[in-house]
């Protein structure tokens, strides 16, 4: 049973969470894209943690883990992370970690490519995060990066850092005009961290393909949400990988294989970190509050994320990018205690209607048509069950899925492991 937990917004939904509800029925957990550049935040009864790149199915011991080929990973951010763990108790060995031969290295010259650049952009900055994903993901489609298999082989290592080396420092010095970087610092942070990872670099594809044969339980985590997919998100401020579910079996290693189901998780308001356009948009008090209310400062840089309503347009299209067959909606409790809730069904460029979400020059100029729903005056958190929302609570969600087109299936009420509710059909 292969099954994908992607994001249908901008990032941020809480998918972290519902993969560690949802891991509990799963034999491994895999990470098939992206880097350090997002963070997923956990919180059970071993404490609160904030997850960058191991999957989130690393806080149950009798969960594998998987890194697949179409992850970059930062070999020192990874050793950071594992320690941090280590630390709070989590045991992490080859056993329960498994990262793949063909995920690409992320070395400390792709981070300062990634400042300089978004320095020399000025005001047209794309927000990045500056942790070297899109130089990282740029070389890969150059074929001029180091692969984490390369990590086994010191003279193969060298080789290829010796192709790579003299053409990065081409481009650091002619273009930013920065200091060449010396191939025996690269070495000695090769060595330093990738040394203490070895153990866990296999053949990933072999593992689960045998996996998927015995019909294990395998679980795709995406990380950040269809709207900053490479592809079919908010370009050009979109993430560097492919975040939707059809690409999990590729990003994972087994691009021969077919989900069974895709579940999106969807928030019941909107967020979004850094720069692009974010036609639902709150601005002053009303933004404010909605911020406070939900903590909505990111995982990974502290960053305070931009905030607005629930955005139909926007959802629907990363209800289809997805596939979704079902929908974990999260973080409801927040909305709780508004008096009126605003939802974003539409938007309008030149005064026309739009049917579907646009891109490029018509998503710059979209604006919102806004519509109010009654609040509900009732702390939510308590609910774990359908009958015990309000009225007003039922409703929200039911005009949600309507709009969507999609069964919501899961409602998170709170960042504990426990804190939902299974929406039954023969319940409602
Ligand atoms: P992810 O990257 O999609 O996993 O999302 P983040 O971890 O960046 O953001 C989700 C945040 O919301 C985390 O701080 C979670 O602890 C928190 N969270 C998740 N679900 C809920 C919920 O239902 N209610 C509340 N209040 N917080 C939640």
């Known amino acids: 049973m292969l099954t994908a937990i992607t994001g249908i917004n901008w990032g941020d939904e809480g998918k972290g969470r519902m993969v560690d509800l949802?891991?509990?029925?799963?034999?491994?957990?895999?990470?098939?894209?992206?880097?350090?550049?997002?963070?997923?935040?956990?919180?059970?009864?071993?404490?609160?943690?904030?997850?960058?790149?191991?999957p989130s199915g690393i806080l149950r011991e009798d969960v594998v883990n998987v890194m697949g080929a179409g992850m970059v990973i930062d070999l020192e951010h990874l050793c950071r992370e594992i320690g941090r763990l280590r630390e709070a108790g989590i045991q992490i060995g080859s056993k329960n970690l498994k990262i793949s031969d063909k995920a690409v290295i992320c070395m400390p010259y792709h981070k300062q490519q990634d400042c300089l650049e978004e320095d020399r952009l000025g005001s047209a900055k794309f927000g990045s995060t500056r942790r070297g994903i899109s130089p990282a993901y740029g070389d890969k489609y150059m074929k001029k990066v180091l692969r984490m298999g390369?990590?086994?082989?010191?003279?193969?290592?060298?080789?290829?850092?010796?192709?790579i080396l003299p053409w990065k420092n081409l481009i650091l010095q002619g273009v930013y005009g920065a200091e060449p970087i010396k191939r025996e610092t690269l070495l000695s942070w090769l060595k330093e961290f990738g040394d203490p990872l070895k153990d866990f670099?296999?053949?990933?594809?072999?593992?689960?393909?045998?996996?998927?044969?015995?019909?294990?339980?395998?679980m795709f985590e995406a990380q950040l949400?269809?709207?900053?997919?490479?592809?079919?998100?908010?370009?050009?401020?979109?993430?560097?990988?492919?975040?939707?579910?059809?690409?999990?079996?590729?990003?994972?290693?087994?691009?021969?294989?077919?989900?069974?189901?895709?579940?999106?998780?969807?928030?019941?308001?909107?967020?979004?970190?850094?720069?692009?356009?974010?036609?639902?948009?709150?601005?002053?008090?009303?933004?404010e509050r909605l911020r406070e209310a939900g903590g909505e400062y990111g995982a990974a840089t502290g960053r305070p994320r931009r905030v607005g309503p629930f955005?139909?347009?926007?959802?629907?299209?990363?209800?289809?990018?997805?596939?979704?067959?079902?929908?974990?909606?999260?973080?409801?409790?927040?909305?709780?205690?508004?008096?009126?809730?605003?939802?974003?069904?539409?938007?309008?460029?030149?005064g026309q209607p739009?049917?579907?979400?646009?891109?490029?020059?018509?998503?710059?100029?979209?604006?919102?048509?806004?519509?109010?729903?009654?609040?509900?005056?009732?702390?939510?958190?308590?609910?774990?069950?359908?009958?015990?929302?309000?009225?007003?609570?039922?409703?929200?969600?039911?005009?949600?899925e309507k709009q969507?087109?999609?069964?919501?299936?899961?409602?998170?009420?709170?960042?504990?492991?426990?804190?939902?509710?299974?929406v039954e059909d023969e319940k409602r």
């Open 354 to 400: 739009l049917k579907n979400f646009p891109t490029g020059a018509a998503l710059k100029k979209a604006k919102p048509v806004m519509e109010t729903l009654p609040g509900w005056n009732q702390d939510i958190s308590g609910c774990r069950s359908w009958s015990e929302l309000p009225v007003q609570t039922r409703e929200y969600i039911r005009f949600l």
């Open 201 to 218: 670099i296999c053949d990933t594809s072999v593992y689960l393909e045998e996996a998927a044969d015995q019909d294990k339980r395998i």
């Open 22 to 54: 949802l891991s509990q029925n799963q034999d491994i957990v895999v990470r098939y894209q992206g880097g350090n550049n997002a963070g997923h935040t956990v919180v059970n009864e071993k404490g609160k943690f904030i997850l960058n790149l191991l």
């Open 150 to 163: 390369d990590l086994l082989d010191q003279a193969y290592l060298e080789e290829r850092l010796d192709v």
């Open 225 to 287: 949400g269809a709207l900053r997919d490479i592809d079919f998100g908010i370009f050009p401020y979109t993430s560097s990988s492919s975040t939707i579910s059809a690409y999990a079996p590729i990003g994972a290693g087994i691009p021969g294989r077919k989900l069974d189901c895709s579940i999106g998780v969807m928030k019941a308001y909107s967020t979004c970190v850094g720069e692009g356009p974010f036609v639902c948009e709150l601005f002053g008090e009303a933004a």
């Open 404 to 422: 969507v087109g999609c069964p919501i299936r899961y409602v998170s009420v709170g960042p504990d492991r426990e804190a939902y509710l299974l």
């Open 311 to 350: 955005d139909v347009l926007a959802s629907r299209y990363g209800v289809c990018m997805q596939g979704a067959d079902e929908i974990a909606l999260t973080k409801l409790d927040v909305l709780s205690g508004f008096q009126e809730i605003q939802v974003c069904v539409g938007y309008e460029v030149d």
